[in-house]
């Protein structure tokens, strides 16, 4: 289990950081947009600070993910960006479903493989 997990937290970390540099450094033009996703990357753009935002803790969760460095910590920040990867590939790019399943699956198996970690957090009633 320890090596699949390895792989998979290293997967996952390049392809946040690929998405990250390529979004941050603006170095793929980008492709004319229609209907929903058009909609959806004006209004991203409209909030000026969001996706620099999202980008650069993609960026700092990458990291941890390949230097293996607070990875309980990352698989628990990037989860709701995954989860906004799949919806928005689900409803309105399906093309990239199947990259997106693979990081909702491979977070879900890091957060199973950490989970002694998230034990405190889970308590109902603290010392």
Do not use: Q, W
Not at 33 to 59: C, D, H, Q, S, T
Not at 71 to 88: D, E, Q
Not at 109 to 120: E, G, I, K, T, V
Request: a neutral charge; aromatic letters at 14%.
């Amino acid at each position: 289990m320890k090596i699949a997990v390895t792989i998979i937290r290293i997967l996952m970390g390049l392809i946040f950081l690929f998405s990250s540099i390529v979004v941050l450094f603006d170095l793929v033009p980008k492709p004319e947009l229609e209907g929903g996703v058009r909609l959806f990357n004006e209004g991203m753009e409209a909030a000026v600070y969001l996706m620099p935002l999202i980008k650069v803790v993609e960026l700092i969760c990458a990291i941890a993910f390949i230097t293996g460095f607070f990875v309980p910590l990352a698989t628990v920040v990037v989860f709701p960006i995954v989860v906004n990867i799949l919806l928005f590939h689900g409803f309105l790019a399906p093309e990239g479903l199947p990259i997106a399943i693979f990081l909702l699956l491979g977070n879900l198996l890091l957060a199973y493989y950490y989970r002694n970690y998230y034990a405190p957090l889970l308590l109902a009633k603290a010392a």
